[in-house]
C-alpha cells in the first residue's frame, strides 16, 4: 500500500472510528439519559434535552478528530514530506482517536452538569412553601 493511500485509508478509518465511539457512547447512556433527565428537570425539558442528547455526544467525537491536523505543531510540513513519513501517519490518528475520546468525557461531563442543575432546580421548587389563597 502505498503512503497516499495509506494517508486516505486512515484518516476515513479513524473518522469512521471516532464518529462509532461518539455513536456508541449515545447507544449506552441513551435509556440512562432519558431516565435522569426526566427525574432531574421533568417531562416537558426532558424531551428538549433527550433530542439534543445525540448530536451533543456524537458532534463532540468529530470535533474532537477533526481538532488534530497532520500539519500541526511546530513543524510545517509539506504535503510530500507528510506522506512519505509513515509513524506520522500514524500518529496522527493515534491523536485523532485520542482526542475525540477527550471530547467525548467533556461532552458527558457537561450533560451531568445539566443535568445536576435541573435537579437543583427541580429541588429548590419542591421546597418553596405553597402559599394558599386566603378566602375573601
Given at each position: ?5 495509506l494517508l486516505?485509508?486512515s ?5 469512521a ?14 435509556q440512562?439519559?432519558?431516565?435522569a433527565?426526566?427525574?432531574a428537570?421533568?417531562?416537558?425539558f ?8 445525540p ?11 477533526l481538532?488534530?491536523a ?12 507528510i506522506?512519505r513519513?509513515?509513524r ?15 471530547y467525548?468525557v ?5 450533560w451531568?452538569?445539566i ?5 437543583l432546580?427541580?429541588?429548590?421548587r419542591s421546597?418553596r412553601?405553597?402559599?394558599i389563597?386566603?378566602?375573601?
Amino acid at each position: 500500500m502505498s503512503n497516499d493511500t495509506l494517508l486516505i485509508v486512515s484518516y476515513f478509518g479513524a473518522a469512521a472510528l471516532c464518529a462509532g465511539i461518539g455513536v456508541a457512547t449515545f447507544a449506552y447512556l441513551r435509556q440512562g439519559f432519558a431516565l435522569a433527565s426526566r427525574e432531574a428537570v421533568g417531562d416537558k425539558f426532558a424531551r428538549v434535552l433527550q433530542v439534543l442528547f445525540p448530536p451533543g455526544i456524537i458532534l463532540p467525537a468529530l470535533v474532537g478528530f477533526l481538532a488534530i491536523a497532520y500539519q500541526s505543531g511546530c513543524n510545517r510540513k509539506t504535503y510530500e514530506q507528510i506522506v512519505r513519513d509513515k509513524r506520522l501517519l500514524i500518529s496522527t490518528n493515534e491523536m485523532q482517536v485520542t482526542s475525540a475520546l477527550c471530547y467525548v468525557v467533556y461532552a458527558l461531563g457537561a450533560w451531568a452538569v445539566i443535568i445536576l442543575l435541573g435537579a437543583l432546580r427541580q429541588q429548590s421548587r419542591s421546597r418553596r412553601p405553597t402559599r394558599i389563597a386566603r378566602p375573601g
